[in-house]
């Protein structure tokens, strides 16, 4: 099992442009989080998807904005690129079923520079 | 959301217990104690979680109040590999907070040869 795959990996964008990120969660999980990690910050909750819905969202504009596929696999878009979104992107993914009481397991990240 | 508070930082030795605190005095009845750990330039791995009792796994030990304001992570061996930003998290059961983990700023642990 590769666990979580995030791609890419690096990418640099200019201000104004849209990004799509990609996620591929663990085989078997059907909930799938994305978390923006500014430097020497936590990670804050984006988004949660699950059924193809977005079931909970942080405190994030209506720039970012993301989809899930029937294969449980999601997209992360922002438009409008700002110099502050420039960040380390992760997601991460859980079964629904036990997800209070289960371990969520997070790629290693798409890391964002927004020039 | 419930918050957690942890120390900035904390050091140990190597082969040395340590033992991380969080304090989360809002916690209400259905939220879980998660704690996960950060590596430079990685994502965030799962270390325990708990909700009443105290927990055990083969990474370290988790030590929860009786009136569950705080909890303690217990790492019985640091070895080097164990250095890393330590966050206490409650992943909330209710409403708007369903499954969402809320990040703090976490406990900086640095281990001494």
């Known amino acids: 099992d590769a666990g979580v795959t995030q791609s890419p990996t690096h990418l640099i964008k200019t201000r104004g442009q849209q990004v799509t990120l990609r996620c591929s969660p663990k085989s078997g999980h059907d909930t799938v989080s994305w978390y923006q990690q500014a430097l020497g910050q936590g990670p804050q909750f984006i988004f949660q998807?699950?059924?193809?819905?977005?079931?909970q969202r942080g405190n994030f504009p209506d720039r970012f904005s993301g989809h899930q596929f029937p294969n449980y696999s999601s997209e992360l878009n922002v438009n409008a690129l700002l110099l502050g979104d420039s960040a380390l992107y992760l997601c991460?993914?859980?079964?629904?079923?036990?997800?209070?009481?289960?371990?969520?397991?997070f790629g290693q990240g798409t890391r964002l520079t927004v020039v | 959301d419930a918050k957690t508070t942890q120390p900035n930082s904390m050091e140990s030795n190597e082969e040395e217990p340590v033992h991380l605190p969080c304090n989360h005095s809002?916690?209400?009845?259905?939220?879980?104690i998660h704690w996960y750990r950060q590596l430079p330039s990685q994502g965030p791995e799962y270390v325990i979680h708990?909700?009443?009792s105290n927990v055990n796994n083969r990474m370290a030990s988790l030590a929860i109040a009786e009136d569950r304001k705080s909890s303690t992570l217990i790492l019985h061996r640091a070895t080097l590999r164990d250095a890393a930003v330590y966050y206490c998290?409650?992943?909330?059961?209710?409403?708007?907070?369903?499954?969402?983990?809320?990040f703090g700023q976490g406990t900086i642990l640095t281990v001494h040869p």
């Open positions: 998290i409650l992943r909330g059961a209710g409403g708007t907070s369903y499954g969402k983990l809320t």
């Open positions: 809002t916690i209400s009845g259905t939220d879980y």
């Open positions: 991460a993914s859980s079964p629904r079923v036990s997800l209070m009481n289960t371990e969520a397991f």
């Open positions: 998807y699950y059924e193809e819905e977005e079931r």
């Open positions: 708990g909700l009443t």
